[in-house]
């Protein structure tokens, strides 16, 4: 099919040409005494990319579930009861690892619909005078579901409290594109990958530490080698890496991290919220809904849409690809077949994203979905017209 393959799914996202190119380098020694000149200036701007001071970034080899065993396996012992809601495919995942690493996990279910449960984890961090709970782990952006979680509330939940658990957040599909502020938040480990925010393949694990994390990580005994803190940090310090690093994608990285910084991590915050309320006005004008409850915690990287009554979702997300060379992303778990989920992070403008809509209205009404031909681009493009008339003024 001529043109390009439309790629709309929450991860891997686009890739911009200079990051490909940025990659697109002969191998060298990772030993070599000037590696550090690549790699000690990109740990520290990574710093700014989680809006840290205080803390340490790690870059493994990996994805962002590498990043959950990093953060795991290097702060808490086996037996240790760490807090953790169920609320979406990614956030039971994280539960199954510290499952499958020992860990006691008190799991509060919630509904697909709703973000992390900010009243009942402060009810149960009160009750909790004992502190046998460890840590509490956060979804920022459950990717399944499009549902956000108040970070912010979490970290208030502890302080009033009184509780000294750690606080880790998945920020596999919020960090790089939604406003994400580690130290202000208090988070401990910040965990994500390459491949979404990051506008890059698939490879890297990247996780941000806290200095409390860094001194729970001295007496941890679930341990860890390929992924351990100690052993990577006296590594990093002078620039290099304990075992083979993925060179390449590093000096993608740097690029990433240059486009990140070039923008503004505010800008790339309004950016992605400026899109994102260009796709939920298109829902709205097809009459559909959102998978989440409040429209507060919609997530500015993926919109999970339930499909009508009598329509597949799964066949909504086949069609697309193979009659529009579109991908987009299907349900997972309970959400198999009611939804199909459009993946607005990373490298993307109102243009593409209109293309984008145009493809669903098309794919929904083939599918049998009764929707009219340009009423969600239509509902996109005064929304784009209007928010960016204001963006310009303010600019003035």
């Known amino acids: ?63 962002g579930t590498g990043g959950w065993e990093a953060t795991i396996t290097n702060t808490l012992s086996p037996g240790d009861t760490v807090l953790a809601a169920r609320h979406g495919q990614f956030s039971d995942q ?32 009160q009750a909790d005078t004992d502190h046998e709970i460890k840590a509490v782990l956060t979804c920022h952006n459950e990717t399944a579901t499009g549902v956000t979680s108040d970070i912010a509330g979490v970290r208030r939940a502890l302080d009033d409290a009184g509780h000294p658990a750690l606080l880790f957040v998945d920020g596999v599909s919020s960090i790089a594109s939604l406003d994400f502020r580690m130290d202000e938040w208090g988070v401990d480990a910040a965990v994500t990958g390459s491949q979404k925010g990051f506008m890059m393949p698939t490879g890297l694990a990247i996780v941000a530490v806290s200095p409390k994390a860094l001194e729970a990580a001295k007496t941890s005994k679930l341990g860890s080698f390929y992924f351990d803190f100690q052993r990577n940090g006296m ?73 009508p009554e009598g329509v597949d979702g799964g066949a909504v997300v086949r069609h697309a690809y193979e009659r529009y060379d579109m991908a987009l992303g299907g349900g997972l778990g309970p959400l198999a077949g009611k939804v199909f989920r459009i993946g607005h992070m990373g490298y993307v403008n109102e243009v593409m994203l209109l293309g984008a809509l145009a493809g669903v209205e098309m794919a929904l009404n083939d599918c049998g979905a009764a929707i009219q031909p340009g009423s969600g681009v239509a509902a996109a493009q005064n929304h784009f017209r209007a928010a960016g008339a204001a963006t310009a003024m303010a600019a003035e």
């Open 235 to 307: 590594s990093h310090q002078n620039g290099f890496f304990p075992y083979t690093p993925a060179t390449t994608l590093l000096y993608g990285l740097r690029e990433s991290v240059n486009m990140l910084l070039e923008e503004g991590m505010d800008n790339v915050a309004a950016r992605h919220n400026r899109l994102a309320e260009g796709v939920r006005k298109a829902v709205d004008a097809w009459g559909l809904s959102l998978c989440g409850n409040d429209p507060a915690l919609h997530s500015d990287t993926v919109s999970t849409v339930m499909v």
């Open 1 to 63: 099919m001529a043109g390009y393959h439309q790629l709309f799914i929450p991860g891997p996202t686009n890739m911009p040409d200079r990051i490909r190119s940025a990659i697109d380098r002969p191998m060298e020694n990772h030993r070599a005494p000037d590696f550090g000149e690549l790699t000690l200036p990109l740990l520290e701007d990574l710093k700014k990319v989680f809006k840290t001071e205080h803390g340490r970034v790690f870059v493994f080899p990996g994805t």
């Open 94 to 125: 994280w539960i199954q690892l510290c499952q499958a690493h020992g860990l006691n996990v008190r799991v509060c279910d919630r509904s697909w619909h709703e973000g992390a449960p900010v009243q009942q984890f402060a009810e149960i961090l």
